[in-house]
């Protein structure tokens, strides 16, 4: 079941309540606005009423000075407010963006069941939008709505009944536009998502896409989304404008309904010229933040949308608290009574796995496709939390590292490797802003790739298209290496990291492993291929996501493999 929300919407109004000020100050400027608005109306009560019967250029030269003077500060009262609007906007978005950058990276490994749309920084953007426009001044111009109605019908009430009645219907058409757009607006919104997540996959795949002949499939799958995305946003601006313009419309022939009324009222010496003038425009008054409303509804309900989206993330992924800063640890891996359930599914896939390493030992983890290697290189690495037991990194449990200061004692070498867009430098230094270039070349180094790296078009300068483009499948392994062991950390994770390796680089890793473990470091290797594990003096059998065997490299492969000396024989150095 998904989580109520309720922490994410709190999360999301304690943000709002530490901009309460600049609220208030709206609030305040609001209400000279509304005020001001009045400026208008009494001017030209006072031309009809006074200096039109008077003939007295005195008091129209008077009033004119005095409107000017009226009609200047509520522009700067306008102006300040529509600041302090965008200030409140760009406040809210700075307090976010990286709690949700983060809580949906999080949420992609940790939580990917439930909601499919994980929409956070659009739907961060839409509340930034519609705290930073005019849609947020209606929420404080609409409480004037009675009050300008009230000063109509001090004019005469006939006036003021008219004025509820045509501000009742427009009321009822923003209810009517509220409920006829808003699943046309959450299709219409799917459907972009879906098609733009599209257009970026197969961008990043075109190789794919070329090699198989998949154009003309892929364009059609693509071409259908984009039109489903069409039809649903033109479905949507039919409504929401049909609305749109009726309301405006309404408005409009309102403002001569009234202005008729009015005139009769005259005829029938109930009011004068000008009250019926001054009527006229407060009624367009009264009624423009209903309409404003209206005409602002796409971005008001795309806000709302972003506001549910956002509290069910933030609540699904909560921030993660300050941690203690635990001092660098031993290398000694602790595994005890493990199993993973990968994120969004049911069925475990590691079961109770128990094991131990020490400093300077590598152990190497072998079993078929599908036994649970990769499973067991998340878990150890933090990137899946255990759904029950302990790792622990010299006796702590990794979760008490917190993610980043965990990451600096833990490399990781993933089974496919993706380098960013930036140099090869920049890469091996995790992208971190300003890499340390003494650390990039001596992780290098120590991962056996500085001669291959010095062999490139720019050498550590080399810039990398997204995805390591340049490169090729074994040069991007040995880069993965140097960024694995960036920092120097403890524990050292390579997920197959001699797939794509020539006799030169699976050396060069041999020699990187054996050089870690005279420092003092443990390292744990996924492998396929015998070469992978000549290192080991550990091994690890997994099956079904279980252990098999556990213990001293040649005892455990002479006890279950029954060609354990071609493996055995396998491991000096060929790589097979
Ligand atoms: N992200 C995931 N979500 C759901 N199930 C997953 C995920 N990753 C792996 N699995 C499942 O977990 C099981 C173990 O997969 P894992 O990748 O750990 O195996 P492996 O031993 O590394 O295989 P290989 O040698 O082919 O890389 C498989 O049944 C797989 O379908």
Redesign the pocket.
């Given at each position: 079941m998904l989580p109520s929300g309720k922490a994410g919407v709190e999360e999301l109004r304690t943000a709002l309540k530490s901009s309460a000020a600049g609220f208030l100050a709206i609030g305040l400027f609001s209400f000279f606005v509304n005020l001001l608005v009045l400026t208008g109306p009494l001017f030209m009560l006072q031309i009809y009423d006074r200096v039109l019967s008077s003939r007295s250029e005195a008091t129209l030269v008077a009033l004119t000075g005095l409107i000017i003077g009226l009609y200047f500060v509520m522009g700067v009262l306008d102006h300040i407010r529509s600041r302090v609007a965008a200030r409140i906007g760009a406040r809210f978005q700075a307090r976010f963006d990286k709690r949700v950058f983060n809580a949906v990276l999080d949420r992609t490994n940790l939580h990917a069941q439930g909601i499919s749309t994980v929409t956070g920084m659009r739907d961060l953007d839409a509340i930034q939008k519609v705290l930073s426009s005019p849609a947020l001044f209606t929420v404080f111009d609409i409480p004037w709505t009675p009050f300008f109605l009230f000063v109509i019908f001090t004019f005469h009430p006939w006036m003021g009944v008219l004025g509820i009645v045509g501000g009742l219907i427009l009321v009822g058409l923003t209810w009517l536009n509220q409920n006829g757009t808003k699943e046309d607006q959450e299709r219409a919104m799917i459907a972009g998502r879906l098609s733009d997540e599209m257009t970026q996959t197969l961008q990043k795949e075109s190789d794919t896409v070329r090699a198989l002949g998949m154009r003309r499939a892929v364009a059609g799958r693509w071409q259908l989304l984009r039109d489903k995305a069409l039809e649903a946003n033109i479905r949507y601006s039919d409504s929401n404008g049909f609305y749109s313009i009726s309301s405006k419309t309404f408005r409009v022939f309102l403002q001569s309904a009234i202005l008729a009324l009015g005139a009769y009222l005259v005829l029938q010496n109930e009011i004068t010229a000008g009250a019926m003038i001054a009527s006229s425009i407060i009624i367009g008054r009264a009624l423009a933040p209903i309409e404003g409303a209206i005409g602002q509804w796409s971005l008001i309900q795309r806000a709302g949308q972003g506001w549910r989206n956002l509290a069910q993330l933030l609540s699904r992924v909560p921030e993660e608290d300050p941690r203690t800063a635990l001092p660098k640890p031993r290398a000694i891996l602790e595994v005890e009574q493990v199993t993973v359930v990968?994120?969004?599914?049911q069925v475990a896939?590691l079961r109770m796995l128990n094991l131990e390493l020490h400093p300077g030992q590598a152990l190497g983890v072998i079993?078929q496709?599908?036994?649970?290697?990769?499973?067991l290189a998340r878990v150890l690495t933090g990137i899946w939390p255990p759904a029950a037991g302990k790792v622990r990194l010299d006796g702590a449990s990794l979760e008490q590292y917190g993610t980043d200061g965990l990451a600096e004692h833990v490399g990781y070498l993933p089974?496919d490797v993706v380098l960013f867009e930036g140099t090869v430098a920049e890469n091996i230094a995790r992208m971190a802003l300003d890499p340390d270039p003494v650390k990039v070349v001596e992780a290098a180094r120590k991962a056996g790739a500085h001669d291959m790296i010095l062999r490139l078009p720019d050498g550590y300068d080399t810039k990398l298209p997204a995805m390591g483009g340049r490169l090729s499948g074994g040069q991007k392994q040995r880069v993965g290496l140097a960024r694995a062991l960036y920092g120097d950390p403890v524990l050292i994770v390579l997920d197959?990291p001699n797939s794509n390796l020539d006799a030169e680089g699976s050396m060069a890793l041999n020699l990187a492993i054996r050089n870690l473990k005279a420092e003092g470091k443990s390292v744990v290797i996924?492998a396929?291929r015998p070469a992978a594990i000549e290192e080991c003096e550990l091994i690890l059998i997994?099956e079904n996501?279980q252990r098999l065997a556990f213990g001293p490299r040649d005892d455990v492969l002479r006890a279950h493999l029954r060609n354990h000396t071609q493996v055995v024989a396998g491991t000096g150095g060929s790589n097979k």
């Open positions: 990968p994120p969004g599914e896939t079993g496709s599908a036994s649970g290697k990769s499973t089974q197959e996924m396929h997994m996501g």
